[in-house]
Structure formats: structure tokens, C-alpha cells
């Protein structure tokens, strides 16, 4: 059996160190702005890029990992004896999906693209199963079997501070804006079948908008529905609210489970900052 490497991108929104650590490698996504291109995670930071549609007034644009940079990463790993597990943003949202099953063709039976089927630390969640898998020594087939499991029972929600970027990005109706803002509302986001769909609409100050999505979290742990192997809270330039929901699950929970993360750049182009969220896998 060959040994497994494990690949994602750079939307799985874990942190670099903790993926080097366990010999993951991550290929970026692409955030313009200003006339330049920045590989996300690699060339330019979360802080700096709202500093960046703060200065020029004008919102980034993303792209997908081109089918060449695939390739390269791909052959480098199979040439050097390995099968190969790549698994990165959703197939909905985004031609990265696509472009690595394309080029997985030229490797047959030794590169598994795996739908992740959402995005953000909701990757990140499923790479980490993915890390445990290779550890206890099974092949990259059966880490692609097992993921089929795993996959749908990841869960990802998500409070919106401003809903600037999501209109603007064409993500929200120009009368569900206007509403919003009058309003004051802090949508909650939730990932179904590789769709983000506006699960709740809370008003008012945006800790309301946290408390629901703990309590709902709480509702779950409580049914001991939460695999405990990680919780992520990932969140946009945020650390005090992150601050605010680790305190608040650490009330019924033990904290060495909860991993704060931040949102990289390509996520934090469509949500914008504060925007923060729970993410766990279902048992």
C-alpha cells in the first residue's frame, strides 16, 4: 500500500502551522484587488485585505486554484510514491472542485478528490478526520470511503455583522439589503447540501445573533449529537466575539475540545469582517 498525502485548500481555514504539522499540504485560492493577485493564506492577510476595500473602496474578487497548479501538486506527490487525497471547497461554490477531478484523470486510481460540501473550518473539520484516518494506517481509498460518512454530517453556521459584502458580491437582493439594514438585522447562515441558505434573522445587537447559534449548538451537545474530536469557531478579524462563544461553550463543555481559527481571505471576500461561526461534525 502506498503512503497517503493529504491535500487541501487554502478555504479549509486551519491554521498553517497546525497543517504543516501533520504533513498536509495546501494549495491557495486567489483574492484580487487593486488591479493585484494575491494567493490567499500565503500573500496577504485577513487584516490587510479590509484594510485594502477600506482604502480603494472597492470589494476583492476570488478564483478558483487553476487545473496547472493542481497538476504540479498532484504529479510532485504521486511521483514521489504516494496516493493522493485532496479534498477543498465545496463543488458548488467553486470550479476548484472540478478542475481537480479533471486533472485526477492523469492519475488513475492514485489521486481521490473528495467533495467537502461546504466551506471554511467545515474542510478544515473533515481534514482533521482525514489526518486520523491516514494515522491508523488505512489506504487513500478507504479514507475516501470513510469521508462518505463523514461529510454529511458536518455541520456549519454562521453570524453576518454587515451585510455590505454579501450584497455587494451579489450574495443578497438589493430589497433583503435594504430591510436588513433598516432593520438592523444579523443574518445566521447555514451550509445545506453545498448551499447557503439564511437560517435565522435575528435583530438588533449582534450577540444576539451568537447566542442563538450557541444555543442551538448547546441544544446538540446536549443530545450528544457533537463529536467531540474538534469544535472550531472561525471568524473574520473578530477575536472578541470569538472570545465571547468560547466562553460561553466552555460553561457546559471542556474547552480543550473548541479550536479557534481565523477566516482566511477568500471566505472573509464574501462575509466580511466580524462575521463568525460554530462548526462541529455530527455523531
Same mark, same amino acid.
Given at each position: 500500500?502506498?503512503?497517503?498525502?493529504?491535500?487541501?485548500?487554502?478555504?479549509?481555514?486551519?491554521?498553517?502551522?497546525?497543517?504543516?504539522?501533520?504533513?498536509?499540504?495546501?494549495?491557495?485560492?486567489?483574492?484580487?484587488?487593486?488591479?493585484?493577485?494575491?494567493?490567499?493564506?500565503?500573500?496577504?492577510?485577513?487584516?490587510?485585505?479590509?484594510?485594502?476595500?477600506?482604502?480603494?473602496?472597492?470589494?476583492? *474578487? @476570488?478564483?478558483?486554484?487553476?487545473? %496547472?497548479?493542481?497538476?504540479?501538486?498532484?504529479? $510532485?506527490?504521486?511521483?514521489?510514491? &504516494? #496516493?493522493?487525497?485532496?479534498?477543498?471547497?465545496?463543488?458548488?461554490?467553486?470550479?476548484?472542485?472540478?478542475?481537480?477531478?479533471?486533472?485526477?484523470?492523469?492519475?488513475?486510481?492514485?489521486?481521490?478528490?473528495?467533495?467537502?460540501?461546504?466551506?471554511?473550518?467545515?474542510?478544515?473539520?473533515?481534514?482533521?478526520?482525514?489526518?486520523?484516518?491516514?494515522?491508523?494506517?488505512?489506504?487513500?481509498?478507504?479514507?475516501?470511503?470513510?469521508?462518505?460518512?463523514?461529510?454529511?454530517?458536518?455541520?456549519?453556521?454562521?453570524?453576518?455583522?454587515?451585510?455590505?459584502?454579501?450584497?455587494?458580491?451579489?450574495?443578497?437582493?438589493?430589497?433583503?439589503?435594504?430591510?436588513?439594514?433598516?432593520?438592523?438585522?444579523?443574518?445566521?447562515?447555514?451550509?445545506?447540501?453545498?448551499?447557503?441558505?439564511?437560517? *435565522? @434573522?435575528?435583530?438588533?445587537?449582534? %450577540?444576539?445573533?451568537?447566542?442563538?447559534?450557541? $444555543?442551538?449548538?448547546?441544544?446538540? &451537545? #446536549?443530545?450528544?449529537?457533537?463529536?467531540?474530536?474538534?469544535?472550531?469557531?472561525?471568524?473574520?478579524?473578530?477575536?472578541?466575539?470569538?472570545?465571547?462563544?468560547?466562553?460561553?461553550?466552555?460553561?457546559?463543555?471542556?474547552?480543550?475540545?473548541?479550536?479557534?481559527?481565523?477566516?482566511?481571505?477568500?471566505?472573509?471576500?464574501?462575509?466580511?469582517?466580524?462575521?463568525?461561526?460554530?462548526?462541529?461534525?455530527?455523531?
Amino acid at each position: 500500500m502506498n503512503p497517503v498525502k493529504i491535500i487541501t485548500d487554502s478555504t479549509c481555514d486551519l491554521p498553517l502551522d497546525l497543517l504543516a504539522k501533520n504533513d498536509v499540504e495546501m494549495v491557495p485560492l486567489n483574492v484580487t484587488i487593486g488591479g493585484s493577485t494575491y494567493r490567499d493564506c500565503l500573500d496577504i492577510t485577513t487584516p490587510k485585505l479590509f484594510e485594502l476595500v477600506s482604502e480603494r473602496k472597492e470589494l476583492p *474578487k @476570488t478564483s478558483a486554484v487553476a487545473p %496547472e497548479v493542481l497538476m504540479k501538486v498532484f504529479k $510532485k506527490y504521486v511521483d514521489l510514491g &504516494y #496516493d493522493v487525497v485532496f479534498m477543498g471547497i465545496g463543488s458548488k461554490l467553486s470550479s476548484t472542485y472540478s478542475s481537480a477531478m479533471i486533472v485526477s484523470q492523469e492519475f488513475e486510481n492514485r489521486v481521490f478528490v473528495l467533495d467537502s460540501m461546504n466551506l471554511s473550518s467545515a474542510i478544515g473539520l473533515q481534514v482533521l478526520k482525514m489526518i486520523d484516518f491516514r494515522n491508523a494506517g488505512l489506504s487513500a481509498a478507504e479514507i475516501a470511503e470513510k469521508m462518505k460518512e463523514i461529510t454529511p454530517k458536518t455541520q456549519c453556521s454562521f453570524a453576518i455583522k454587515t451585510m455590505d459584502y454579501l450584497y455587494k458580491g451579489g450574495r443578497c437582493s438589493g430589497i433583503k439589503y435594504f430591510f436588513g439594514k433598516i432593520l438592523k438585522i444579523c443574518p445566521i447562515i447555514k451550509m445545506k447540501d453545498c448551499v447557503l441558505n439564511v437560517h *435565522k @434573522t435575528p435583530r438588533g445587537r449582534f %450577540e444576539n445573533a451568537l447566542d442563538i447559534m450557541i $444555543k442551538e449548538f448547546k441544544e446538540a &451537545y #446536549d443530545a450528544g449529537k457533537v463529536d467531540l474530536g474538534t469544535v472550531t469557531i472561525t471568524h473574520a478579524c473578530s477575536d472578541e466575539y470569538c472570545e465571547y462563544i468560547v466562553q460561553k461553550l466552555s460553561e457546559f463543555m471542556d474547552p480543550k475540545y473548541l479550536l479557534p481559527t481565523y477566516a482566511g481571505c477568500v471566505i472573509s471576500s464574501h462575509c466580511g469582517p466580524k462575521c463568525i461561526g460554530i462548526l462541529y461534525i455530527e455523531k
